[in-house]
């Protein structure tokens, strides 16, 4: 009978302390691989996020502090772009303006508009024929392009040395218009402007009106379809601004450098009361992706609690049994083992156990559990960004998604078994070391 | 030869339980030290197996001192314990308890010679064959004695050590391990030690050493 099947013997003969303390290491390691499979999809998900948000900067007035001189000036932007990890810069006007000698388009699908409400009319500017003017000096840096969810299919982009006017392919076909056409727009202060076409987009984007439209028709101005993007110049033109006072959005090449850029920009002695720095990845992720954030600390919490818990039921059970040891230790004892030998046979004993829980919460976890994280992810999909009037495709992706633990993962579980392996030793080496062999003849015992 | 010489032990710094002590114990002769409870006879039998050590005094084995042999190596190959209350591992079967202490005491023996040797020990004990792959717990109080003999018997230990043998058997189960002793004796020429205060045990031994307060008082 060598080590390894006295050990196994050990685990299959005494079944009430086993399978106790199976069943609690089964339970205790299934919660820490869900936790775990939860906090590194929460991870992953908030890297997603994070990326599809983009990396970026916001330069403008200090709105704690608002001062009307501000002023963005051209060695400013050179010195930002100068910057390591700064890839690009834009700046954008994105405001309505109405079609001259073009309509807009009015597909939709959902809750048709009802044509009598005028509820629109409470807001400046907006009306069912509108357009949106997207004016930006570097279009492709805008989250639609950078994404894929529109491309290019005729012409080019618009951007400072490119002017002109980009427009959807829907917009495109039911005005028979095409690259090289010009279009004529006003604005709210009464300018008007001739820009030639210079590109032809496709998106994936939807445009689907929901119950909650507040807007009567007038939610038509709001259809991706009816989204123009042009050179800033000509936003420039048709709204009157000053470039000097558009915020200046800087593009860094990720979402870990934001705050290394953002210091390096702190670093320039330029009036900090009169302008702002803000790091809108950081503002997008907490707006929109809080549910992701909560998901970790909850997977955490879990984690934490399962560890706590698991403990202390460990420390219960195995303080219980601990009799069990005594009586054992004395006569392989008597019998002339070394109390190494004994160590390492209740070593393998609870590696045994430990190492057959492990399996269990495995299958348990990807299996019967997987349905319990699926509920945990959709619940925290679930949460509302508020009452949405309508619905297009293109947002950044803020969804959770179900990963697999990966190496890393599977390199945390494992060190947590061999913990668990170790916490559960405690108690037996504990009780072979402190025993005295004399005991075996003791009254106390009988 | 297992000799206690001049053996002086004490738990407290005041009170000796064995006092300046010498015994001789040889193979092929059963020993019963013999005395009230508190007279200093368990912590004979505890030094006698290396289980604590002495203030003063030597434990010799062959003439070397037990401390030198090693007390694990003194238990695994030349002395063999026989506990009132059996002391089995009740998780195991009959035979599976005495090929655990015939590994412990030969780590190189083959499966197959473990195999026979408990088999040998346990069936040349009386017991039946259906009994020996029953766990311990099953079987009588006489069988479970007689598996903590075979264990003493297969391990070929010189000398056995029994700690009040039959404290916890009946009249018939009580001589049936006593006949035992005398044919381990004088078949196997092993060494019997018998703790006791049983006056039935006492009188079957050939040596029977009487101790009081930690003195020897008598030798019969």
Known sequence: MGIGKLAFLECIRKPIKNIVLYIILSAIFTGILIGLRVYISAQHSKENALNSIGAFIQLSENYENRVESFQITSNMIESIVELPHVTGINQNIAEYAIPVNFKNVKAYSGERPDPNDKSYEEFYDITPDNIILDANLDNKSLDVFRLNQARLISGIIPDDRNPGLLIEKHLAEENHLTVGDPLILTSSKKIEISAEIIGIYETDAIFEITKNNTLGEGIFSMSPYNRVYSSLDIGIALYARSPANLCLKIIVDSPQNVDRVGKAIKMFDWDWKQYGLYNMTETYYQDHAQHIEELGNYSKMLLFYIFAIGAIFLSVILTVFSRYYDYDSGILLALGSKKRTIIFQYFLSTLYIVATAAITSIILAFTAASSLIEFILNSSNTVSFGIAQFENALMPDYSVYLSSLGIIGIGVFVVIIFVFLIFSCISPVYHVIRFNPREILSEKRR | ?220
Do not use: W
């Not at chain 2, 000796?16 to 013999?34: A, C, E, H, R």
């Not at chain 2, 030094?47 to 003439?63: F, V």
């Open chain 2, 1 to 220: 030869m297992l000799e206690l010489k001049n053996i002086t032990y004490s738990y407290t710094k005041n009170k000796d339980v064995l006092k300046n002590l010498s015994l001789q114990f040889q193979p092929g002769k059963f020993y019963t030290i013999f005395g009230s409870s508190g007279s200093g006879k368990t912590t004979c039998l505890s030094l006698l197996g290396g289980l604590d050590e002495p203030k003063s005094g030597k434990i010799l084995l062959n003439s070397k001192e037990i401390k030198e042999i090693g007390y694990n190596n003194l238990r695994r190959k030349e002395i063999c314990f026989v506990f009132q209350d059996f002391h089995l591992f009740t998780h195991m079967t009959a035979i599976e308890n005495v090929m655990t202490a015939i590994k412990i005491s030969d780590r190189k023996i083959s499966k197959v010679e473990m195999k026979k040797r408990a088999l040998d020990s346990l069936l040349s004990l009386g017991l039946d064959e259906k009994d020996l792959n029953r766990r311990v717990t099953k079987l009588s109080g006489g069988q479970q004695q007689r598996v903590a003999i075979a264990r003493a018997l297969a391990t070929k230990s010189t000398y056995i050590l029994a700690d009040e043998p039959t404290g916890n058997l009946d009249l018939k189960n009580t001589e049936n391990i006593l006949n035992i002793f005398r044919e381990l004796v004088e078949q196997h020429n092993k060494c019997v030690i018998a703790v006791t205060h049983s006056i039935k045990v006492r009188d079957a031994s050939d040596i029977c050493y009487e101790i009081e307060d930690g003195i020897l008082t008598g030798e019969t």
